[in-house]
């Protein structure tokens, strides 16, 4: 089965620091391009970042760049997002989603969402 | 920074009628366009790719078309789990917005 599991969420204090985990199993994940997207409760959705399965692109959200740091290591199947100087307006729901394909395109499989609050 | 835009914000329908929403991004994105569907609690779930390319296991009655800057998402005959919100995300230019979404309900 497909999956994407998410953790490392929480409670942060403004200017700290987070580090998100993903943790992907049913694929090649080397194949496939991987996503963060975050939604405050009752609004939208926010593309955050994105990389390709090999690394070697990747992209982020203006209102994060310079600050989130976005990862993967193949080898253990997993995506990660490093969280600095976090505001009060980081705080969502932070989803990993898979990329269709091992560039950019639509996401098909989408983790739970792990919650991080900056307060 | 590519901006989507979505009309309408909202929609009411009955089961059975034909459910359209509208997508404009504010550059040319080619075909590099997506619809998600989100219920309330659940995460996005992927119905169109590259503007009208179904998904695998996605019904018939969802349709994407467009291509450019205008786009259109049509539900042929809304059944009662397609209520929820949608959004489309262009995928052409980093970094990948979304529209602001579409919620429908029922009328």
């Known amino acids: 089965e497909v999956q994407l599991v998410e953790s490392g969420g929480g409670l942060a204090q403004p200017g700290r620091s987070l580090r998100l985990s993903c943790e992907a199993s049913?694929?090649?994940?080397?194949?496939?391009?991987m996503h963060w997207v975050r939604q405050v409760p009752g609004k939208g959705l926010e593309w955050v970042s994105g990389?390709?399965?090999?690394?070697?692109?990747?992209g982020y959200a203006d209102s994060v760049k310079g600050r989130f740091t976005i990862s993967r290591d193949n080898t253990k199947s997993s995506l990660f997002l490093e969280m600095n100087s976090l505001g009060p307006e980081d705080t969502a729901l932070y989803y990993c989603?898979?990329?269709?394909?091992?560039?950019?395109?639509?996401?098909?499989?989408w983790g739970q969402g792990i919650m991080v609050i900056v307060s | 920074d590519i901006q989507m835009t979505q009309s309408p914000t909202s929609l009411s329908a009955s089961v059975g009628d034909s459910v359209t929403i509208a997508c404009q991004a504010s550059?040319?994105?080619?075909?590099?366009l997506n619809w998600y569907q989100q219920k309330p609690g659940k995460a996005p779930k992927l119905l169109i790719f590259?503007?009208?390319k179904l998904e695998t296991g996605v019904p018939s009655r969802f349709r994407g078309s467009g291509s450019g800057t205008d786009f259109t998402f049509t539900i042929s005959s809304l059944q009662p789990e397609d209520i929820a919100t949608y959004y489309c995300?262009?995928?052409?230019?980093?970094?990948?917005?979304f529209g602001p979404g579409t919620k429908v309900d029922f009328k």
């Open positions: 990389i390709s399965g090999s690394s070697h692109n990747l």
């Open positions: 049913g694929f090649k994940f080397e194949e496939y391009a």
């Open positions: 550059q040319d994105i080619g075909n590099y």
């Open positions: 590259d503007a009208s």
């Open positions: 989603a898979k990329g269709r394909g091992t560039i950019w395109s639509g996401c098909n499989i």
């Open positions: 995300q262009q995928f052409d230019v980093l970094p990948f917005t």
